[in-house]
Each structure stands twice: as structure tokens, then as C-alpha cells.
């Protein structure tokens, strides 16, 4: 079992560029996460996705889009890069269902460096 | 917005003894969870140990343990017989157990523990 996977591992990307983050899970998982780490800041939630067809706004959401299409996939997207979105982008899953708020499941990271 | 705060950057203990790390909430809400996550250099973040707040007693993983106290919303994390592999950053975080918050993670900034032979 995978758990969750991130693609890709580094990327260094040109300011005003487009990118994709992509992420899937096999864990059946119905709600996922994306967040951003910054040294000294901990990790702040960027958008969230309940179930799939759904997404919502996290704590720092601007200038970041995703989608929910299926069950398994979350990618985050920059539609034009800026120097400040260089980061770590951690994707996360957990289960919601049944009334228990479990832990969330990390992938293992994507570091973006945007020039 | 919960706030969660983790006061001490960096911190040092040597194998074998045992170390405390500090966190400490801000929150209006009577129900919710805390986490200790880990995150090693391999940058993978891994559960350490979750409370939630309607239990009294503190929770334990082996040579983890929390003093939760929720008046004083303090949430600090011990580990005992420090181990080398146990060098990693230490995030604390806040959940909310209310079904419209519950997606929303609060994360502190941080603790690095160094672990000394």
C-alpha cells in the first residue's frame, strides 16, 4: 500500500509560470488537504476537500485552485507562480466517515522553488 | 481562528533521558483534538500521538506521553528514554470536533529536537 503519493518530489519553476502539484491517495479516504510549510510558520492549510465534487478554502488560498474529480486525486494548481509560493506543499488524506476525526495521513512532500 | 503556539525553536537532550516539549492553544470550542506530529529529515510527517479533549486522561504511545491540561489549554509532549532516531521536528495541532470546522487543521510552528549521544 502507497498511502499517498505527491509528483513532483522538486521542481524549480520560472515566476508567472503555470504547475500543477499532483497527488493521489489509495486509501479510499474521502477528504484530502493541501498544505504549505514554511520554516517557522508549521504547516498552514491551503484548500480542503470534503468528498469528491467538493473543495473549500483553507487558512492561505490565494493564487492556488485544486479539484476533486475522484475519490483518489487532488492536484493543487499555481496558475502563475510567484517568488512567495516557494515552499514545501504537503498533500493530506483522512477518513470522515462513521463520526470518528482521525489523524491525518501525509504524503511526502513536493518542494517547489519559484525564480 | 484557533491559534497554536510552540515556544521553544530548538531543543537538546541527551540519549536515554527524557525531554518535555511545550504547546499551548488559543480556542472558544469545548470539543476538539490535539496531535503530536513528527517530522524527520526525511520530511515525511508522522503521527506521534492524538488527545481529544472530552478525555481526561492523558494519552501514551510507548515512550510518548501528553500532559493535557484543557483549562490551561496546554498541550506538552514527553518523551522518555530519548532515543537517537527520535531527532526530528515536532509539530503540536488543533482540530476542531464540530462538523463545520472539522477540516481545518491548526499546526504549530515547530520544535526541533536534537538528540545527543
Known amino acids: 500500500i502507497a498511502g499517498i503519493t505527491q509528483a513532483p518530489t522538486s521542481q524549480i519553476l520560472a515566476a508567472g509560470r503555470r504547475m500543477t502539484l499532483r497527488c493521489t491517495q489509495d486509501m479510499r479516504h474521502n477528504a484530502m488537504y493541501w498544505y504549505r510549510q514554511d520554516l517557522g510558520l508549521g504547516l498552514r492549510l491551503i484548500h480542503y476537500s470534503n468528498t469528491a465534487g467538493t473543495t473549500g478554502k483553507g487558512e492561505v488560498p490565494d493564487g492556488y485552485s485544486v479539484s476533486r474529480a475522484n475519490t483518489d486525486d487532488f492536484p493543487l494548481t499555481l496558475a502563475s507562480a510567484v517568488p512567495s509560493q516557494t515552499s514545501v506543499y504537503f498533500c493530506?488524506?483522512?477518513?470522515?466517515?462513521?463520526?470518528?476525526?482521525?489523524?491525518?495521513?501525509f504524503g511526502p512532500g513536493t518542494r517547489l522553488t519559484v525564480l | 481562528a484557533q491559534t497554536v503556539t510552540q515556544s521553544q525553536p530548538e531543543m537538546s537532550v541527551q540519549e536515554a533521558e527524557t525531554v518535555t516539549l511545550s504547546c499551548t492553544y488559543d480556542t472558544s470550542e469545548s470539543d476538539y483534538y490535539l496531535f503530536w506530529y513528527k517530522q524527520p529529515p526525511s520530511r515525511q510527517m508522522i503521527l506521534v500521538i492524538r488527545?481529544?479533549?472530552?478525555?481526561?486522561q492523558n494519552a501514551t504511545e510507548n515512550r510518548f506521553s501528553v500532559n493535557f491540561q484543557k483549562a490551561a489549554k496546554s498541550f506538552s509532549l514527553k518523551i522518555s528514554d530519548s532515543q537517537l532516531g527520535d531527532a526530528a521536528m515536532y509539530f503540536c495541532?488543533?482540530?476542531?470536533?464540530?462538523?463545520?470546522?472539522?477540516?481545518?487543521?491548526?499546526f504549530g510552528s515547530g520544535t526541533k529536537l536534537n538528540v545527543k549521544p
Open positions: 495541532a488543533y482540530r476542531s470536533a464540530f462538523a463545520g470546522n472539522f477540516n481545518k487543521f491548526y
Open positions: 493530506a488524506s483522512s477518513d470522515e466517515g462513521g463520526g470518528a476525526y482521525n489523524e491525518q495521513f
Open positions: 488527545q481529544e479533549a472530552y478525555k481526561q
